[in-house]
């Protein structure tokens, strides 16, 4: 058994002339994520390692994370950012099959895309909370039966919990 954290990056900003790959996070982006490291530290979600976009929106929420987690193991593979719901698929299989407990951050639509590709399982309202929407630093965290991510599949996974941000937990902006 392993377990599967998909994370969308927290709130981002447009600033006039920012090229996408650059844009960084809002004040409230920065609270919610690290509110979300404090929720994830109290649930006991702690990932082995982390396979994150390499967009600075992406690593400003992997930064914020790690305030309360602690550093964890991280790849930044380009194939990540601005993606396809197969490439996340196809990077995630490649991750050391002794890693038990794996994050994912990358952008939408492909990162909603793939937490729906990968559930199979779960209650009817968090299933439906799954298929409904996906804001900003949203975590999906699946439960998923198998000795290696090499075997990962679609659909075959336990959707364990699935939380919010502005609805499950918010940061306070400081």
Not at 20 to 42: N, V
Not at 51 to 75: F, H, I, N
């Amino acid at each position: 058994m392993r377990t599967l954290f998909i994370l969308r990056h927290a709130q981002a900003a447009s600033p006039a002339g920012t090229e996408d790959l650059h844009r960084p996070l809002t004040a409230q982006g920065m609270a919610d994520a690290r509110a979300l490291g404090k929720l994830m530290k109290a649930k006991m979600y702690k990932p082995d390692f982390v396979v994150c976009s390499p967009a600075r929106r992406a690593q400003q929420t992997y930064r914020r994370l790690a305030e309360t987690l602690g550093d964890m193991p991280m790849t930044s593979p380009s194939s990540v950012y601005y993606t396809t719901v197969s490439n996340l698929y196809e990077e995630l299989k490649k991750v050391d099959g002794n890693v038990r407990n794996l994050l994912l951050i990358s952008h939408n639509p492909s990162i909603h895309g793939f937490a729906k590709f990968l559930a199979g399982l779960g209650t009817d309202d968090s299933m439906l909370r799954l298929n409904a929407e996906y804001r900003e630093c949203t975590l999906t965290v699946l439960q998923c039966p198998i000795d290696g991510w090499a075997t990962l599949m679609p659909n075959e996974n336990d959707l364990a919990d699935l939380l919010i941000a502005g609805r499950d937990f918010e940061g306070k902006v400081e």
